[in-house]
C-alpha cells in the first residue's frame, strides 16, 4: 500500500481529469507488463480505477464524474491524500494463478442440465455447504467475457435479516427471504469499461451458475437489477458497493422444496427461430 500526497488537475484541453503519479508505478507494484489495477482511497473516498502510461516511466490515474463529485473537485488543481495498492481482483492476463478452491462434482451432463433447469422459488431450510457454494461461484468466474476482462465481482449473502430486506424491498424477490443464500453478481466499469458487454459478461457468468446449481440438485432464480432503479440503489448502498461497481443480477439459491419440484421441461425446439445465412 503506497500513501502519498498528490493533486487532482485538469488538462489544457478541459477533457481529462487526473491524478499524476509521484513515482514509477511499474517498479513500485512490480509489474513489468500489462494493464496496472489498482484500488484505494482519495481523501478516505474509496476507488477502484487502472493506470494510464504518460511515457518515460510517467502514470496517471483518470478521475471519473462520480469521484470528481464525491471529493468536491471543480475544475481547478486539488490536493488531496492518496492511498494505492494493487487490485488483485482485477489482476491483469498473465499474472500468477491462485489455487482454485475445493469442488464438488457435478454428475449431470450438460445437455440434461440445460434441458430441465427450471427457476425455483422456494426451498427447504437446509443450508448449502462451502463447497459446493465455492463450486457454484467457480462456476460463474469460468464464465466468457470480451477479451476476457472478467469484470465481475461476486456478493455472497447469507445474513437472513440483509435476504429479508431484499427481498421485502422487491416483490419479484421475494423468494430471498426463504433462500439459503444469495449470490449478487455485480459488474466493474473500471475493468470493462463499456457498459453493454459489462452486462453480457455477469450474465453469461449467471447462467453459469444457475446451470451448475440445477446439476447439484440445488433450486435457483435469476432476479435482474434494472438499472436506476430504486432497487439497485438500494443494493449498492446496502452493500456499500464502491464507485463504478452496479448491481446486475441477484441470484436466489436453496435446497428445492417438495412443492418447488417440476417435472422435466419439453425442449423448446422452435424452427420458426431457426433462420440459416439471411432471415
Given amino acids: 500500500m503506497q500513501t502519498f500526497p498528490a493533486e487532482i488537475l485538469k488538462d489544457t484541453a478541459g477533457r481529462l481529469t487526473y491524478l499524476p503519479l509521484p513515482f514509477s508505478a511499474r517498479e513500485i507494484f512490480h509489474q513489468p507488463k500489462g494493464t496496472i489495477y489498482v484500488q484505494g482511497t482519495i481523501n478516505g473516498i474509496p476507488y477502484r480505477s487502472r493506470l494510464l502510461s504518460r511515457g518515460s516511466g510517467c502514470y496517471i490515474m483518470l478521475i471519473d464524474k462520480v469521484l470528481q463529485k464525491s471529493l468536491g473537485f471543480c475544475g481547478l488543481p486539488l490536493p488531496v491524500s492518496v492511498t494505492m495498492s494493487l487490485d488483485a481482483q482485477a489482476q491483469p492476463s498473465g499474472a500468477p494463478a491462485v489455487p482454485g478452491p475445493s469442488l464438488s462434482p457435478c454428475a449431470m451432463d450438460t445437455i440434461t442440465a440445460v434441458k430441465t433447469r427450471t427457476s425455483v422459488r422456494h426451498y427447504t431450510d437446509a443450508p448449502i455447504t462451502p463447497d459446493v457454494l465455492n463450486t457454484l461461484l467457480y462456476a460463474g468466474m469460468c464464465a466468457p467475457s470480451a477479451k ?72 435457483a432464480v435469476w432476479c435482474g437489477v434494472l438499472p436506476h432503479s430504486p432497487w439497485q440503489k438500494l443494493l449498492t448502498q446496502t452493500l456499500n458497493l464502491p464507485p463504478k461497481v452496479s448491481p446486475i443480477t441477484v441470484i436466489a439459491l436453496g435446497h428445492p422444496a417438495p412443492s418447488a419440484t417440476s417435472p422435466e421441461k419439453a425442449a423448446p425446439w422452435d424452427p420458426a427461430k431457426l433462420h440459416r445465412a439471411t432471415w
Fill in 148 to 219: 476476457n476482462k472478467r469484470p465481475w465481482h461476486f456478493l455472497l449473502l447469507e445474513d437472513r435479516n440483509l435476504l429479508t430486506e431484499l427481498s421485502a424491498a422487491n416483490p419479484n424477490a421475494r423468494m430471498l427471504a426463504e433462500a439459503a443464500c444469495g449470490i449478487v453478481v455485480c459488474g466493474d466499469h473500471n475493468i470493462e469499461g463499456t457498459n453493454v458487454f459489462l452486462c453480457e459478461a455477469c450474465a453469461a457468468a449467471t447462467q453459469n451458475i444457475l446451470l451448475c446449481a440445477h446439476s447439484l440438485a440445488l433450486g
